[in-house]
């Protein structure tokens, strides 16, 4: 159909945004925050019982790629690829998940406190990976490793399927009930995962472990296993993006943009739920994150989610490898549960949310 | 030509629009007025695609509505709402760039054109020396015209004016108004729901008087807005005059039985 446009047309030349377009906020964020992650990481792997110098590190991860003489111990080598890289990169990734997944739950129902553990979809994946370790105690190994994420996955989509149901009033999801949906639920499904627990009683370490978020036993199996959940889920959630952004309007608003609301909604619900999934299979309780670092995120470079996405992903690895730093640390040679961590920074945060949240805008 | 051909459409059991056939033609303001809950808002959701009529048709020069599909729709129709969610976090240029999204390809990346085309829409509805400013900050009227500035980013075919300047001083009024018409006349077609009466007969070109999701006369409005037409659609009584420049109606209230 011809559609004549009412708009007398300039003419344009200019291939670039305009200067008041260029307002996209913080321009040199991202390329900062991965250098800063970069950064964060090599230290991580660096820092610990066995200290490795930052340079050494760097040249040990290089002699992998490109030839370099070889004049460090091989056990430097044992302890960076073999324990310490991979627990860096199941964090990492543990918190790239929370945070961007975080972000994507606050805008789809335009709820600033939609963090994966307020609205119980953590809890419920936590569930799923403990009934997946309860039955799959048998098989070791990668095989054994994907069964935790995939459950996950399948607990944590039901989860917020029920929460969601349970949340909705009429039309809309008001604020209040998703949250008080989620924690409810969430109790009920960490109730139900502990006493689970109960009967793994010949691992109770790790299950402790597991319960508090805690790293020691990362391995290159279960960082393998996570991975395609987070980058696929992670690369559904940014290709909807700009979609994202129009949601923020309103549900009527955004259809009269032409978006097809409940299919967006659905399937960055399943994505953001696929990342949880990734984060919370072998981490257990690590809340605040996808609270702290989004907020954070849009304080820097405002509500555009396809800025934002990539930005909370990077602020997330960041900030849990940093907690992670601090919590093998404080006390070492002993370990704090990660999830402690995050909490002594994110409650505070949280309640900080709570106050502001009466008159100040989040979108 | 936007053709409603025998729209009802209702909320639930309650019917809100009862067979409505109403035409507007290129380059014509036609207002919807009537009384509260007459339908003029669901109608204009009903051509909006947002609310499914039970049955009738809209059709945009022989097309089917219902048969496009919702990005086509959007880059034909676009809605400035009455009241609006705008998030506050966004800048008022982000704001009108949501214009473009029916334009834009699948992962929408803009480009210098539709920088332009907001820009456009921008300096014409006065917004443009606020485009960096966030929506968080602007008044209300101002924001009212960051959603026309984002309408007419859609480049429609259609326009469709909730009560969208209700909320504007009248100096901005009568400027948003000029813009329609002059837009109107360049082609658009513009159906605009309107409580201000006198605002109505000075710019739509014919009016459509609806009451009780029925439609009772649509013509123009000197034929319209008269006391017999206020008082079947209103119920009340008025003196109608001239617009002392233009000649349109101008209409006075005054009390119940005042002259009978």
């Known amino acids: ?363 | 030509m936007l053709k409603l051909e025998h729209i009802s459409a209702s909320y639930g059991k309650r019917a809100v629009l009862k067979n409505i056939a109403l035409t507007a033609r290129d380059g014509e303001i036609l207002g919807l007025i009537g009384p509260n809950g007459a339908g003029k808002s669901s109608l204009m959701r009903v051509i909006s695609g947002t609310l499914a009529p039970t049955t009738g048709a809209v059709r945009l020069a022989e097309t089917d509505l219902a048969r496009m599909d919702r990005r086509a729709r959007a880059r034909a129709i676009a809605v400035v709402p009455q009241h609006s969610n705008l998030p506050d976090a966004f800048t008022a240029g982000e704001a009108v760039l949501m214009g473009r999204t029916p334009h834009l390809a699948f992962f929408g990346v803009e480009r210098a054109r539709d920088f332009q085309i907001a820009q456009d829409a921008m300096l014409r509805t006065d917004t443009f020396q606020f485009a960096e400013r966030f929506v968080g900050e602007l008044s209300g009227g101002e924001r009212q015209r960051v959603l026309i500035a984002r309408a007419l980013a859609q480049e429609p075919r259609v326009l469709l004016l909730d009560e969208a300047t209700a909320h504007l001083d009248l100096k901005h009024q009568t400027a948003i108004w000029d813009l329609v018409r002059q837009l109107a006349r360049a082609g658009l077609i513009v159906v605009a729901a309107l409580h201000d009466l006198n605002l109505a007969a000075q710019y739509a070109d014919r009016l459509a008087l609806l009451r009780g999701g029925e439609l009772l006369i649509c013509d123009q409005p000197a034929r319209v807005l008269t006391r017999e037409w206020l008082r079947r659609g209103y119920d009340v009584s008025a003196l109608i005059s001239a617009h002392p420049l233009y000649q349109t109606p101008m209409i006075a209230l005054i009390e119940e039985g005042e002259l009978e």
């Not at chain 1, 307002?23 to 066995?50: E, Y």
């Not at chain 1, 319960?211 to 391995?219: K, W």
């Not at chain 1, 072998?282 to 702290?292: A, E, H, K, N, T």
């Not at chain 1, 996405?309 to 940093?322: D, E």
């Open chain 1, 1 to 363: 159909m011809e559609m004549a446009n009412p708009l007398p047309r300039r003419k344009n030349q200019d291939a670039r945004a305009p200067a008041w377009a260029t307002l996209v906020r913080g321009r040199a964020v991202i390329p900062l925050a991965t250098l800063g992650v970069i950064v964060i990481a090599i230290l991580s792997i660096g820092i610990g019982s066995v200290f490795i110098p930052p340079l050494l590190t760097i040249k040990i991860l290089l002699a992998r790629v490109i030839a370099i003489p070889v004049d460090w111990a091989a056990t430097f080598e044992t302890i960076l690829f073999d324990i310490r890289l991979p627990r860096v990169l199941l964090i990492a990734i543990t918190g790239a998940a929370l945070a961007s997944s975080g972000t994507a739950y606050q805008g789809l129902f335009r709820n600033p406190l939609a963090d994966p553990y307020l609205i119980g979809v953590a809890a419920g994946a936590n569930l799923g990976a403990i009934i997946a370790m309860a039955l799959q105690v048998a098989y070791p190994g990668l095989l054994g490793a994907l069964a935790l994420p995939m459950g996950a996955f399948i607990g944590a989509l039901a989860t917020v399927a029920i929460v969601y149901a349970l949340a909705r009033v009429g039309n809309r999801i008001p604020q209040t009930t998703l949250i008080l949906a989620g924690v409810a639920i969430g109790y009920l499904a960490t109730a139900l995962g502990s006493f689970i627990l109960l009967g793994l009683s010949q691992h109770v370490m790790r299950v402790l472990v597991f319960l508090l978020g805690g790293y020691s036993v990362a391995s290159w199996d279960a960082a393998i296993a996570v991975i395609p959940f987070f980058v696929i889920g992670f690369a559904v959630m940014f290709i909807y993006a700009r979609p994202l952004n129009v949601l923020l309007l309103d549900e009527e608003q955004a259809q009269q943009l032409g978006i097809d609301v409940e299919k967006v909604k659905r399937i960055v619900v399943i994505a953001a739920t696929m990342v949880t999934a990734s984060a919370v299979a072998f981490s257990g309780l690590i809340g605040f994150v996808g609270l702290i670092v989004p907020h954070a995120a849009r304080l820097l470079v405002g509500p555009d989610h396809r800025r934002l996405l990539p930005l909370t992903a990077l602020g997330g690895a960041g900030f849990l490898m940093l907690a992670d730093l601090l919590a093998r640390t404080i006390i070492a040679p002993q370990e704090l549960p990660l999830g402690i961590v995050t909490a002594f920074a994110g409650a505070p945060f949280f309640l900080y949310l709570l106050r502001r949240a009466k008159n100040a805008a989040f979108f």
